[in-house]
């Protein structure tokens, strides 16, 4: 197996490339068929973080935030693209209960076939819960103030979705692949400063971030989701990569969730 980390736009283009070795009609066996696999994984869990909205200055505090556990709830990883003029929109089913901290991250699989793929997007999907115990995103760590830490949590509780574009691509079959896209805990406290977080209310101790708690932080952290993603892109011989746990869509336009 080897590993290439790539850019979010080379990494979608890359990944369209696996896209194809299954046609429905190219005589390829359906048990030989390639796997696109998809994962979210947290990296980089502490941030410094600067005095006064977000500018660095001459401050003798050294204050962090360090996120330890992280919980995600993914609706659906989504591929939307034109093929030979048509649009097709293939997705993956739900991953629940994903630990973003875990070594070896939950995996959906999609499973497409040969051609050339144009306008090519796509999306990890998080939708609003009613149950708090399911809700997409919960983030839990310390803050460290300089003087002393304090629990800190961030529950998402909204739709959001993360995007990755690319254009003309050309897919064959021969390889499976796996996008791991790395959500960067640091790059979303951009912005946010020791002095917005001294000021935040805490419940029973602890800072909460939330619909309902520390607005102006949730609003700030939320926007911050959209940029904190990258990719790993991993290829690998067609059974080398990991079990699909995942339902398939083909790029005859149909869904299978």
């Not at 875990?102 to 999907?125: D, H, Q, R, Y």
């Not at 949730?218 to 926007?223: E, F, S, T």
Request: one cysteine or more; hydrophobic letters at 35%; proline letters at 3%.
């Amino acid at each position: 197996m080897k590993t290439l980390k790539i850019s979010t736009m080379a990494t979608v283009a890359l990944m369209a490339i696996a896209l194809g070795a299954c046609k429905k009609n190219d005589g390829a066996p359906a048990s030989t068929a390639p796997q696109m696999a998809f994962q979210l994984k947290a990296v980089n869990s502490s941030a410094g973080l600067a005095s006064v909205n977000g500018l660095v200055t001459q401050s003798t505090a050294s204050a962090s935030v360090t996120w330890t556990s992280g919980t995600a709830n993914i609706t659906r990883f989504k591929l939307e693209a034109k093929k030979n003029g048509t649009e097709i929109e293939l997705t993956s089913r739900n991953l629940s209960n994903v630990d973003l901290f875990s070594i070896s991250p939950s995996v959906t699989s999609i499973t497409l076939n040969p051609g050339t793929f144009t306008e090519i997007e796509i999306k990890i999907m998080f939708t609003h819960s009613a149950d708090p115990a399911s809700m997409p995103l919960i983030l839990k760590g310390t803050y460290n103030s300089g003087t002393g830490d304090i629990p800190i949590e961030f529950d998402l509780n909204d739709d959001a979705t993360i995007k990755a574009e690319a254009e003309n691509v050309t897919v064959a079959a021969g390889m499976d692949y796996t996008s791991i896209i790395q959500m960067h805990l640091d790059k979303l406290l951009k912005g946010i400063s020791t002095a917005d977080l001294d000021g935040a209310a805490q419940t029973g101790g602890t800072i909460v971030i939330s619909q309902a708690s520390n607005t102006a932080l949730y609003d700030a952290i939320r926007l911050n989701l959209g940029t904190s993603c990258d990719n790993q892109f991993e290829e690998h011989h067609h059974g080398e990569g990991n079990d699909d746990n995942g339902n398939h869509g083909n790029d005859d336009g149909s869904n299978h969730n």
